[in-house]
């Protein structure tokens, strides 16, 4: 299953994947719970931001891991949405590495324990 940044399912795709699965995809993800702990961290993620994967796990992502997040536009629309949060944005990541543009896609749902941050470099 080929999955995009902007389709309109990818919550719900990104649910019914295993954490190993995650590596095939062409974008970074980042699979976390309601607090901001890191569950997963893909391949592409790890490489982008110079991580290592294994390391991550168990971090909070918000101000272990990418700080550069910790913010209004980041990290607490996970804490203010109401229901589902689908969200895309670009975005520049500046945390150990040189200023990076992306886009961004927060995604969250009442549903669910998890939440994720999916990430594409920009053209």
């Avoid at 796990?57 to 949060?85: H, R």
């Avoid at 689908?86 to 543009?101: N, Q």
Wanted: charged share 25%; aromatic share 12%.
């Amino acid at each position: 299953m080929e999955l995009k940044l902007e389709q309109q399912d990818l919550f719900k795709a990104l649910e019914d994947l295993d954490n190993d699965a995650y590596d095939e995809l062409d974008f970074g993800l980042i699979k976390m719970d309601r607090k901001g702990n890191v569950l997963a961290y893909n391949k592409w993620e790890a490489q982008l931001a110079a991580n290592n994967q294994e390391a991550v796990i168990g971090k909070n992502f918000f101000t272990q891991i990418a700080p550069c997040t910790n913010n209004f536009m980041v990290s607490e629309k996970y804490g203010l949405f109401e229901g589902q949060l689908d969200e895309s944005m670009d975005y520049v990541f500046t945390y150990r590495i040189k200023p990076t543009p992306v886009r961004l896609r927060l995604l969250a749902h009442e549903s669910s324990s998890n939440q994720y941050l999916a990430v594409q470099l920009k053209s």
